[in-house]
């Protein structure tokens, strides 16, 4: 499934050298121009993010020189 999370990647790559300063080598959550959180464990960011924030979809970005990324749609 491709989410439309345009808003999410762009915030990401125009922030990305201030995010890598506060996050390196961590797993964020960004929903629009917001970063709702930062974890060590992907896996654990989604599930995490879906019990504190109901509803809509999340980009969880993996902090670094190469950007690994996964969506997920919150139900």
């Known amino acids: 499934m491709s989410l439309n ?3 999410e990647r762009a915030y990401y790559l125009a ?8 996050y390196d080598g961590q ?7 917001v970063v709702l959180g930062a974890y060590d464990d992907a896996a654990w960011a989604a599930p995490q993010t879906r019990k504190r924030y109901a509803g809509g979809a999340f980009l969880v970005e993996k902090v670094a020189a190469v950007s690994h990324r996964a969506e997920y749609a919150a139900r």
Do not use: E, S
Request: glycine share 6%; proline share 0%; net charge neutral.
């Open 5 to 7: 999370l345009h808003r």
């Open 27 to 33: 797993v964020i959550v960004i929903k629009g121009d």
């Open 15 to 22: 922030h990305q050298d201030v995010l890598a300063q506060l």
